[in-house]
């Protein structure tokens, strides 16, 4: 048995305020004043003073707004690659990402893209990417994905939403400012802080379980509880706290994998487009028959929050739709196998899983 040799974040400042350090942390960055830094942010941010004021702009330095109406596309990272190469006689000198896991996402794959042949859409799996990436900053808005610390960038492509899983994938810089997520819209603050607390039931409930996980797994579902439940915590100290569930949550599965929610939102967002934390939101709530437990939990925070999920939003569509749902979900052997084990196979069965879509 072989195992693992993980790469990590190389760097990370956490603190209420940080972000003002970023000129400083870049600074020393800089190859030269042809080699650009560039700002991907995500668009909500236009205008925003209190954000963009501090983007430290120099020489030809550029930022770039995208839009996260839509989950990331390979096309998306292809044509901003081509953008930057056109523009930019020099490589640029690093790629720093202002936004959630949609914009965390997108940096990461542009500073693999840059300095690797071809089509994002060809290093959609695992371990596919040759060359190491520009350097890359990732400064998270909203807390949950774990897109901060994954060795992944989740990609919808011509015919397959798949990450670009790679040891050049991690971010050489991470910006925690607690701050940054203090205006996170109420549903989407539970929706993608969902996203975090489902990575933590799917690990923790998983065959791969190891104690490496464990240990994070532990500490991000007490914290998500706590962000989530608790009558005590205020604000400051919940986004704090979040945050760091956040990063944990993303070291759990970093060692182990997700499981049946992730599964199925998979095909929810590649036939209909349905967004992450949403997604997952939808489909866990379906899943009685495998989380039952956490499931109590999530219905309870549900309450708290006020908040509810949409219904039927598979009532219309044809079953060729729902097979292709079903072809993309069971795509993911992995998160199968860590959910059931390794006679999965034989514990679920289309005819199941066509019933499940059918009810969310
Ligand atoms: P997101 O990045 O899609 O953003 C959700 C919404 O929140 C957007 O409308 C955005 O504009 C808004 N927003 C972000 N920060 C804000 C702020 N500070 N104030 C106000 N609005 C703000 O959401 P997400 O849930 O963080 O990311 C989902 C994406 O992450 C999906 O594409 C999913 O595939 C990906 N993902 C990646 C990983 C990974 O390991 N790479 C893991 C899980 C999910
Ligand atoms: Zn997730």
Known sequence: MSYKNYPMVSRVVFGRGCFNQLSELLEVKRISDKAPFIFIVDDVFKGNAWITGRIPLAYSDEMVYVSTDEEPKTSQVDELVEKIILTHKDRPSGIIGIGGGSVLDIAKAV????????EAKDYQGWDL????????VGIPTISGTGAEVSRTTVLTGPDKKLGINSDFTPFDQVILDPELIKDVPKQQWFYTGMDCFIHCVESLNGTYLNTFSKSYGEKAYELCKEVFLSDTVDKKLSDEMLMMASWHGGMSIAYSQVGVVH???????????????????????QLDDFYKEDLKIF??????????????????????????????????????????????KRKVSRTDLHQLYRRM
């Open 263 to 285: 599964a199925l939102s998979y095909g929810l967002s590649y036939v209909l487009g349905t967004k992450h934390g949403i997604g997952n939101c939808i489909v866990f709530d």
């Open 129 to 136: 990417v040759k060359n190491p990436a520009i350097y890359h």
């Open 111 to 118: 500073s693999i893209m840059l300095t690797n042949k071809g």
């Open 299 to 344: 219905r309870e925070m549900k309450t708290k929050h006020g908040i509810e999920l949409p219904k039927n939003i598979c009532k219309d569509l044809i079953d060729e739709e729902i097979n292709t749902m079903i072809d993309v979900s069971l795509g993911l052997e992995p998160l199968w196998e860590n959910a059931l084990g390794p006679n999965w």
